[in-house]
């Protein structure tokens, strides 16, 4: 089945480690995109990529950093400079050009635990 | 993109119509109205989206009022299944991808 996958579901981490976050997708969408999440609060955008080799910064992009190799992959990486990495993290995909209805695709989210 | 506001929680019965009520009263002209609901600790789903006419399909239906300043979410017949926060976002069609914001939210609650 079409869909985009996350991984791992559950990670837990010590303090100043980086640590990296899978995102797939095999929906052939042109956009990936990825959002946290703290309790109680809406999403907030990190990063975002209309295009191989090319990202944008979104709201809260400070102590992340994102790569797009391959139109399929979009992993996002929780630097030992991001204050409070303690979170849900979703990423999320869609199409491009004159199809595009506006529609966003998301995985299961990422739940990141930092002792 | 316009700023929206929902209630932050409702309850519903179970079977009973479930009415979600949304502001956006700065929306402009190309603007359309999304609804998307998060069931917890998943992915946001999206549930339908509009501009100016109402628009219905099998979760649910999209009211718009003629000004467009409000928005109505109504899940006919709702289900302990659609305990969940439901969002509501406007945004234009412009370069950028689909970049939403997503605010709190409504948790809507479903009981028997």
């Known amino acids: 089945d079409g869909g985009i996958t996350q991984s791992p579901k559950y990670l837990f981490r010590k303090e100043g480690q980086n640590v990296t976050l899978s995102c797939e997708q095999n929906?052939?969408?042109?956009?990936m995109y990825w959002y946290r999440q703290d309790p109680g609060q809406g999403l907030r955008l990190i990063y975002y990529?209309?295009?191989?080799?090319?990202?944008q910064k979104g709201d809260i992009a400070e102590g992340y950093s994102v790569s797009r190799e391959k139109k399929e992959s979009f992993p996002l990486t929780v630097t030992s400079a991001q204050k409070n990495p303690t979170a849900f993290y979703l990423c999320?995909?869609?199409?491009?050009?004159?199809?595009?209805?506006?529609?966003?695709?998301f995985g299961e989210g990422s739940r990141l635990t930092v002792l | 993109d316009a700023k929206t506001t929902q209630p932050p929680s409702m309850d519903c019965a179970e079977g009973r119509a479930a009415n979600l009520p949304c502001n956006h009263s700065t929306i402009s002209g190309n603007e359309y109205v999304y609804w998307y609901r998060q069931i917890h600790s998943q992915g946001p789903q999206y549930i339908i989206h509009?501009?100016?006419n109402n628009e219905t399909n099998e979760m649910a239906s999209l009211i718009i009022t003629e000004d467009r300043k409000s928005s109505t979410l109504i899940l006919p017949h709702a289900t302990l299944r659609d305990t969940a926060v439901y969002y509501c976002?406007?945004?234009?069609?412009?370069?950028?991808?689909?970049?939403?914001?997503f605010g709190t939210g409504t948790q809507l609650k479903v009981e028997l």
């Open positions: 990529s209309q295009i191989v080799n090319d990202f």
């Open positions: 976002i406007v945004r234009s069609y412009t370069g950028g991808g689909n970049k939403l914001t």
């Open positions: 929906l052939n969408h042109d956009a």
């Open positions: 999320a995909s869609s199409i491009m050009g004159p199809m595009n209805t506006g529609e966003l695709f």
């Open positions: 509009g501009l100016k």
